[in-house]
Structures are given as structure tokens and as C-alpha cells.
């Protein structure tokens, strides 16, 4: 099942839709990581940053299997996989640079909320091949 609640909004809003919101939640507070000075304001962002990331994890290979069926889940999850992997292993040897040169992670957090609305805007233009509906495999 999809993780973070998400499927119940499956159910109801399809892969796509779903995925768009869970990234879409994601934004504020990755953002507001960077100005947020009080412990409780940082458990809460990351409670609700942690509850949209949860669902986006299995959405993303659900969305694959769903606009391109079964075949290249493989290679393409492979891919993604990847990007996801180097980005794990350069994004907080990046972070510590950038504190280390400006003493402060609002750029690092900057800088993630805008990969997030990167994402958000690739997601929000993918069309399924060949017409295909939602939920096709």
C-alpha cells in the first residue's frame, strides 16, 4: 500500500494526482526548515514534510507501473533509483559545504524547495504513452 495515507487519496485521485499533492506538501516545509528557530516548529514541519514523503516513496514506482506498464518498470525504476541514490550520497556533503562557506542552511533549503517545485512541474507535465489512462499496466 501507498504509505503516509496516500492510498486512500489513490483511490480517489488516481497515481498522478496523488504524487502532485505529496510533492506539492513537501515544499512549505522544506522551505520553512530554514527560518524555523523553535524545536516544535521544526517537529511539526518535519512531521508533515515526513507524512508527504511517506507517500511519494511507493508512489513513485505505482506511477511508473501505471503510465508505462510492466515492461521497463526495471530499467526506468533504475534510473530513478539511482538519481535518488547520488542524491542521497552528494545532497549532505553539499549542505555541509555550503553551511561551512555561509554559516547557515537557508541556501541548502532553499535550493531543495526548489528542486521539490522542479519536480512538481516534470510530474505536472507527464502525460502516459500512447493515451493510455491511469491505472494501465
Request: aromatic content about 12%; charged content about 5%.
Amino acid at each position: 500500500g501507498v504509505g503516509g495515507g496516500g492510498g486512500a487519496a489513490v483511490a480517489r485521485l488516481g497515481h498522478r494526482k496523488t504524487l502532485l499533492l505529496s510533492i506539492l506538501v513537501q515544499i512549505p516545509p522544506i522551505v520553512l526548515f530554514a527560518v524555523t528557530g523553535e524545536a516544535w516548529a521544526f517537529y511539526l514541519l518535519a512531521s508533515v514534510f515526513g507524512f508527504a514523503y511517506g507517500a511519494v516513496s511507493p508512489l513513485v514506482p505505482a506511477t511508473v507501473a501505471s503510465f508505462f506498464g510492466p515492461r521497463h518498470i526495471g530499467a526506468i525504476l533504475g534510473v530513478i533509483t539511482l538519481a535518488y541514490t547520488l542524491g542521497a550520497a552528494v545532497g549532505p556533503v553539499t549542505a555541509g559545504f555550503v553551511f561551512d562557506a555561509t554559516g547557515s542552511y537557508t541556501l541548502t533549503f532553499a535550493a531543495a524547495g526548489a528542486m521539490l517545485a522542479g519536480n512538481f512541474v516534470l510530474t505536472l507535465f507527464l502525460r502516459e504513452p500512447g493515451g493510455r489512462g491511469e491505472g494501465a499496466v
